[in-house]
């Protein structure tokens, strides 16, 4: 596999986990695109998805722990 698809197949990962609430695996998969992707562009963006979904991912264990 060409990194081009590695990067659009492991974004895509990341997006669905995203969007199905898991965001601890979806920092993970957009950690692992941000290595994969050819350009800036894509680079920043699955840095600031990352860094969101570990950000979500700190609140609902918050919110969890005090309940």
Do not use: P
């Not at 990962?13 to 350009?39: S, V």
């Not at 860094?51 to 722990?65: G, P």
């Amino acid at each position: 596999m060409d990194k081009k698809n590695s990067y659009q197949s492991t974004a895509s990962m990341a997006a669905k986990l995203e969007q199905g609430g898991n965001f601890e695996q979806a920092a993970y998969f957009w950690r692992i695109a941000l290595h994969l992707a050819k350009n800036g562009t894509n680079e920043d963006w699955c840095w600031v998805r990352a860094t969101l979904c570990e950000r979500r991912e700190q609140v609902l264990r918050s919110l969890t722990a005090t309940c």
